[in-house]
């Protein structure tokens, strides 16, 4: 039976929209609230599924803007896009970016004062890079900002963005090192961005390789070794009751409830979770640097198009293990794990549609 030319249509449609909001790439974004969430010495909760509604809703208005104001562009090196193509019209994306805007900074007011004092300045960094800054040497800084300010974003929701300071920052670098390679994405010839960028992924594995600043190590004592269990137990949520010490309120595990006394950690536990922490940590700095490093390696020894354009997707699903290292290097496993998953998920809809 042959499929109806309405029922066609409307498929036809869901893929140009699909195109334009660069479907694959949107699941690298919950990852940035819940990376900062745990940064902030948190663990997700309400506010930080609201914080991932307005990064949803904000990064699509950043795509839906970047095409209606590269139209022109687009329509003299990429034809086959939505709106070149007529797929789209024009006023639809504008429309849909104004809308999105609202809407994402109406789910951080939810959030509270917090998220949306940080959502405001995301959402305006958005709009400055895609209208006036995308073509100056500002526009690889404000992309980077802008991710930085998505990872700020989650912080502010279970602790403060402060506290999230270094981790955004790494995520910024890596945002600025893609953001770089994929201004030759249509015309390559150089292999400098590439190779820049390569050093800047070495650099970021070896920073997650070793952990963060004060993060727990074997022997550790002291009221150091105190704040980082009891960030670790308060990040992760697994037997938030086992692992809390004297004088610490007492919570019901992933198995139940638990007493206090009866959950604490013994030297040998504590050394297998802090084996098990730099395992998980190593895997996810190894998949970040395996994703982002092989296509900037290729770019960088044959800079022409088709591999810068490969890079520049490399570069952006490298975000996700990014993003789980970042939540790992916190002491957030569960966060950690929960963010990986969601690679296979954009690599299967990288297959129907391009990511860049």
């Known amino acids: 039976m042959r499929a109806s030319p309405l029922r066609g ?51 699509e208005a950043g795509m839906a803007l970047n095409d209606w104001a590269d139209r022109a562009e687009d329509a003299a090196e990429r034809p086959h896009r939505p709106l070149p193509s007529g797929r789209i019209r024009p006023s639809s994306a504008f429309t849909a970016a104004c809308v999105l805007t609202v809407s994402g900074l109406g789910l951080a007011a939810k959030a509270g004062r917090p998220a949306l004092a940080v959502a405001a300045p995301l959402a305006a960094t958005v709009w400055a890079y895609d209208l006036a800054l995308k073509h100056t040497p500002a526009g690889p800084v404000a992309m980077a900002a802008a991710r930085g300010l998505d990872h700020l974003l989650g912080a502010a929701t279970t602790g403060g963005p402060r506290a999230a300071l270094p981790s955004a920052a790494l995520l910024g670098t890596h945002t600025l090192a893609v953001t770089t390679v994929s201004r030759r994405e249509t015309q390559g010839g150089t292999s400098l961005p590439p190779l820049a960028a390569l050093a800047a992924t070495a650099a970021l594995t070896g920073l997650l390789a070793r952990g963060a600043r004060g993060t727990k190590r074997a022997g550790s004592t002291g009221a150091g070794s105190t704040r980082a269990r009891s960030t670790r137990a308060r990040s992760t949520g697994v037997g938030a009751g086992t692992f809390t010490g004297p004088g610490e309120g007492a919570g019901p ?50 800079p022409s198009p088709p591999l810068t354009q490969r890079a520049v997707g490399g570069g952006i699903r490298a975000t996700i293990p990014l993003q789980a290292a970042l939540a790992a290097r916190a002491g957030s496993g569960l966060t950690a794990v929960a963010i990986a998953a969601l690679a296979p998920i954009g690599r299967k809809y990288a297959k129907k549609v391009s990511v860049t």
């Open 9 to 59: 249509a409307a498929v036809s449609v869901r893929h140009a929209w699909a195109e334009l909001l660069r479907l694959p790439a949107l699941f690298t974004v919950p990852g940035d609230a819940l990376s900062g969430a745990v940064a902030a010495g948190g663990r997700p909760n309400s506010r930080t599924l609201l914080a991932i509604g307005s990064s949803l809703c904000l990064y």
């Open 253 to 302: 595990g992933i198995g139940g409830a638990a007493s206090a006394g009866a959950g604490r950690r013994t030297p040998a536990h504590s050394s297998a979770g802090l084996t098990l922490d730099v395992a998980l940590r190593t895997a996810l700095a190894t998949a970040y640097a395996a994703t982002a490093g092989r296509p900037y390696t290729h770019a960088a020894l044959n």
